[in-house]
């Protein structure tokens, strides 16, 4: 396990990578707001011209919400170093985050995510493009597995730190048309040890129709198991 830890730590599949860490414990929100000069990097969480109306509509919502203090935007890189106040260095490899591997704008997830603290709750504003297709004109089943565990995970993250996925489980229930805006809402249930509850929905821009409901059980990386293993 603890090799595990000090492989995956390496490679960058954690979604905990995006937080900072110090003795102290997780500080995402403050790693964040380093984050949003991270580099010149460009932020995806912010609008581009190929977001619909609703899309727009929703965006600006939650960043209106975000001026009174309830929500945040949670800014948005295309590699998970660039998220890390505390980024390994990269050597040669070029990784990309498996959200954000397309370089064209709207033809993958575009996607803004705002995090509610006082909620424990994460929203993803989500527009999948054609190039994630499953069903003719709908969107591939595992591209809404992917979003719903990217929210859940991001949501885990910022009640407790590094994370990983432990368990995901999905009813789809009525299909997501392709160039659609829907809209991610997930919630952290309950913390039981090393062990956080979440569970999320998928639902139309307007709530008209839920697409599709998860749980997820997400499992908080022991830090020192993690620092001794890169011994
Ligand atoms: C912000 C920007 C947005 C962007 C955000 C972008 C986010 C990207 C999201 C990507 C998310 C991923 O893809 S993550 C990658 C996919 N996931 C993985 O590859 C994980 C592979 N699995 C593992 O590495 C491991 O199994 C771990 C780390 C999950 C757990 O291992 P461990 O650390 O040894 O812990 P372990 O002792 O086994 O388990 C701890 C406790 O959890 C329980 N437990 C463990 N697994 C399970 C399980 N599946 N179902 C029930 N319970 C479980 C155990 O019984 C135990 O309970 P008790 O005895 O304490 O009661």
Redesign the pocket.
């Known amino acids: 396990?603890l090799r595990?830890c000090s492989r995956?730590l390496r490679g960058g599949?954690?979604?905990g990578h995006?937080t900072s860490w110090s003795h102290t414990g997780p500080s995402p929100l403050r790693c964040f707001s380093v984050s949003h000069s991270c580099h010149g990097h460009r932020d995806y969480s912010l609008p581009n011209a190929t977001w619909s109306r609703h899309t727009q509509e929703l965006y600006r919502k939650y960043e209106e919400l975000s001026k009174i203090g309830a929500w945040r935007r949670?800014p948005?890189y295309n590699s998970s170093v660039h998220?890390m106040a505390d980024a390994p260095p990269r050597g040669s490899r070029v990784t990309r985050?498996f959200t954000r591997n397309l370089d064209q704008d709207g033809v993958g997830f575009e996607y803004s995510?705002f995090y509610n603290v006082a909620e424990k709750r994460m929203i993803c504003i989500f527009q999948p493009g054609d190039y994630l297709e499953g069903p003719p004109g709908y969107t591939h089943g595992g591209c809404i597995a992917t979003i719903l565990?990217?929210t859940l995970?991001?949501g885990a993250?910022y009640i407790c730190g590094k994370v990983?996925?432990?368990?995901l489980n999905i009813n789809y229930l009525n299909p997501v048309p392709l160039g659609s805006t829907v809209i991610v809402d997930c919630h952290v249930e309950k913390v039981e040890?090393?062990?956080v509850y979440t569970r999320g929905q998928v639902r139309s821009h307007d709530d008209q129709i839920l697409h599709t409901e998860a749980t997820g059980?997400f499992?908080k990386?022991?830090m020192r198991e993690v620092d001794h293993s890169t011994d």
């Open positions: 396990m595990l995956l599949a954690v979604i995006l949670i948005s998220h985050l995510m565990d990217s995970g991001a993250m990983m996925t432990a368990n040890g090393r062990k059980l499992i990386l022991n």
